[in-house]
């Protein structure tokens, strides 16, 4: 009786994303979720390159033409920037490592498609706003009602800190320190931490906030939407 032959993508799947991104290589819950999207649209990709379904691919269905080809479609029909398209190529990358480890008989397959490069984009010149123009953003949000007053001082706190959407809606009650010196615990891409002080009128209106939000405890969210739980980066893009 043959033996069938070992279907290393599906096994190798579930534990790059259950074990090795969030417990060996400590990713958040935001980076996985972008490399699952990623890996989702290649596999689907691949599946219909291929003309087969999703169940019957294995590895060496993924070899430097499909990624490529793959790579182009997203800038192509996707209309994907550039930078985008390097970001998908990360978590490419970062998959195909993690198989050259776990499947030495497969290194020379990985090293192929490691060997894919980035592609060269320009740098964007970062821009800000002035402190007037700050005034008239926060101008525009009505304060009357009570998801107001949450975005006005969400806003507030983004840009006296100058956090990324998501480190803002992460912020937790434990994060932040009230009294002087005052300041908020971030912690941005690969969980890295950082403190960033905080203007003292910054700091009164989190306090008065956080007055509101009756018996709030430590470990829980900072910003919570209509229904009291953790406001996501999608609420608040259409907010």
């Known amino acids: 009786?043959?033996?069938?032959?070992?279907?290393?993508?599906?096994?190798?799947?579930?534990?790059?994303?259950?074990?090795?991104?969030?417990?060996?290589?400590?990713?958040?819950?935001?980076?996985?979720?972008?490399?699952?999207?990623?890996?989702?649209?290649?596999?689907?990709?691949?599946?219909?390159?291929?003309?087969?379904?999703?169940?019957?691919?294995?590895?060496?269905?993924?070899d430097t033409k499909q990624i490529i080809d793959f790579l182009?479609?997203?800038?192509?029909?996707?209309?994907?920037?550039?930078?985008?398209?390097?970001?998908?190529?990360?978590?490419?990358?970062?998959?195909?490592?993690?198989?050259?480890?776990?499947?030495?008989?497969?290194?020379?397959?990985?090293?192929?498609?490691?060997?894919?490069?980035?592609?060269?984009?320009?740098?964007?010149?970062?821009?800000?706003?002035?402190?007037?123009?700050?005034?008239?953003?926060?101008?525009?949000?009505?304060?009357?009602?009570?998801?107001?007053?949450?975005d006005y001082i969400l806003l507030a706190t983004m840009f006296n800190t100058g956090a990324r959407v998501q480190e803002i809606l992460d912020l937790r009650l434990c994060d932040l320190q009230l009294i002087k010196p005052y300041h908020a615990r971030l912690f941005g891409k690969g969980r890295k931490e950082r403190l960033c002080p905080l203007w003292p009128q910054t700091a009164q209106l989190l306090q008065e906030f956080i007055l509101t939000r009756h018996n709030i405890k430590q470990d829980e969210r900072v910003f919570l939407n209509h229904r009291k739980q953790p406001l996501t980066r999608l609420e608040y893009v259409i907010c």
């Open 1 to 62: 009786m043959k033996t069938p032959k070992l279907n290393k993508l599906s096994s190798s799947l579930q534990d790059f994303f259950f074990d090795h991104l969030p417990r060996l290589r400590g990713m958040s819950p935001h980076t996985i979720h972008s490399y699952r999207d990623c890996l989702t649209l290649l596999i689907r990709f691949v599946a219909v390159q291929r003309k087969r379904p999703v169940t019957k691919l294995n590895i060496e269905d993924f």
């Open 72 to 150: 182009q479609m997203l800038e192509n029909e996707r209309h994907n920037s550039p930078t985008t398209r390097n970001i998908r190529l990360a978590a490419i990358h970062v998959y195909f490592r993690y198989l050259a480890g776990r499947y030495p008989e497969i290194l020379e397959h990985c090293q192929q498609i490691l060997a894919i490069p980035f592609k060269r984009t320009r740098s964007r010149v970062i821009e800000y706003f002035e402190y007037d123009e700050i005034q008239s953003v926060l101008a525009t949000i009505d304060r009357s009602k009570e998801d107001g007053i949450r």
